[in-house]
């Protein structure tokens, strides 16, 4: 079964940088079609934050362009968040999302698996 490991979050004043990764685990993925992070506080929606596809292609949420790179090392099967100058209204629990097929035996199945989440504290 495929699992994602997430890493990386933590306390950071305003203005620093973090570096999320996720890894997806499992020796038998076939394709990762996309991964994606995204992040949720008390009381609100989960977010998408940025996503990345398996051509490399990157889309970000606007209130995050230009301070966040999301990017992946396909041999790894894991994404990265690079986040910068973050702010106070970036404290979420992250969480990485991965899609795609793992083979077992002769078949293939499709996978849509979540992280655990990892916590971002920012502070003023």
């Known amino acids: 079964q495929v699992q994602l490991v997430e890493s990386g979050g933590g306390l950071v004043q305003t203005g620093g940088s973090l570096k999320l990764s996720c890894a997806a685990s499992?020796?038998?993925?076939?394709?990762?079609?996309?991964m994606g992070w995204h992040r949720q506080t008390p009381g609100k929606q989960r977010e998408l934050v940025a996503h990345i596809n398996n051509a490399g292609v990157t889309t970000y949420a606007d209130s995050v362009k230009g301070r966040f790179t999301i990017s992946k090392e396909n041999a790894k099967n894991t994404v990265y968040l690079q986040m910068n100058s973050l702010r106070p209204d970036d404290a979420a629990v992250y969480s990485c999302?991965?899609?795609?097929?793992?083979?077992?035996?002769?078949?293939?199945?499709?996978?849509?698996?979540w992280g655990q989440g990892t916590q971002v504290i920012v502070s003023s």
């Open positions: 499992a020796g038998n993925i076939f394709t990762i079609n996309q």
């Open positions: 999302n991965a899609e795609g097929t793992y083979k077992e035996g002769p078949h293939y199945y499709r996978f849509d698996k």
